[in-house]
């Protein structure tokens, strides 16, 4: 079956809903499951682009394999690949740079947007996270005897930003932005290590292989999500969601990535309390340590 394109055959652009329309076209040939999801994909569009895979299936009464088979049927990759397509049909393309912006925004009314999601990300995130599930979080994180933080493209400078603020804490640990980095790490676990995925999407096939991989030594594993209905999540022995209103297709989320790198805040002062006497000693070592290296 030729693949749904956002291009004509004359190498110009498509007009908007062109996925749509296309669906429209071939929902017929689609199995019984399959059609069940194309319904709820062309009643609700808008609310797709937003969702992750394990939600579409929820919401559409089938299965994440059945929304990968559908997605297949019409020629995508997978449901990412699907969703790129849509946003590219739904989304003015602004909103691919930010969610608030307009094209005429000047510089103060450019801050003011940008800032204001930042916060509200903080803010929303601070009444979706579930207390017991922190201080689960919290309680794997400082008895582990070692700590691996993954993630990729934004996420992987959140999981950078983990490592620094607990390899200060005096917890042996690392992170990993490579797919082969991170599966060889994984398969070295101990059940008395901790992986922390960090992802926007939720979705990420390499992190969930990941966590199999460290699952299946022992390790505990966490995750930093922005979906609670993500594969990711699902798997995860601890799921931490922070809420966000940007869309799962942009390649570089920014409020998420705020707010993730708030719950590595979180974590990361929790532990710190825990083991505050070896912090404190650890703190009075690197600093120490760095009393040449500044004027």
């Given amino acids: ?65 059945t929304v990968i088979r559908f997605c297949r049927a019409l020629g995508f990759k997978g449901y990412h690949d699907l969703k790129i397509h849509l946003a590219q049909d739904l989304v003015p393309e602004v909103k691919n740079i930010h969610e608030d912006v307009g094209p005429k925004d000047d510089a103060a009314t450019l801050s003011r947007k940008v800032l204001t999601a930042n916060a509200l990300a903080i803010q929303d995130s601070l009444e979706t996270l579930e207390p017991a599930l922190v201080e689960q979080a919290i309680r794997l994180l400082a008895r582990a005897s070692r700590i691996e933080f993954i993630g990729f493209g934004g996420s992987a400078s959140v999981a950078m930003d983990a490592y620094h603020k607990f390899f200060r804490i005096g917890i042996p640990c690392g992170w990993q932005d490579d797919p082969h980095m991170q599966a060889m790490s994984a398969a070295l676990m101990t059940p008395r290590c901790v992986v922390v995925a960090i992802s926007h999407s939720g979705s990420s096939k390499d992190i969930m292989e990941t966590l199999e991989i460290a699952k299946g030594a022992g390790a505990a594993t966490i995750a930093i999500v922005s979906h609670r209905k993500s594969p990711v999540a699902a798997l995860a022995d601890v799921a931490l969601c922070v809420h966000t209103r940007e869309t799962g297709f942009k390649p570089e989320p920014m409020s998420s990535r705020i707010a993730h790198l708030s719950v590595i805040d979180v974590l990361a002062v929790g532990v710190a309390l825990k083991k505050r006497q070896s912090f404190v000693a650890s703190v009075q070592k690197t600093r120490e340590a760095l009393v040449n290296k500044r004027y």
């Fill in 1 to 65: 079956m030729s693949r749904i394109s956002g291009k004509r055959a004359d190498g110009g652009q498509a007009g908007r809903g062109s996925v749509l329309r296309a669906l429209r076209a071939k929902s017929d040939e689609l199995h019984a499951a399959e059609r069940r999801v194309a319904e709820y994909v062309l009643a609700a569009p808008d609310k797709v682009i937003y969702q992750s895979i394990s939600e579409l299936a929820e919401n559409a009464g089938t299965s994440e394999p």
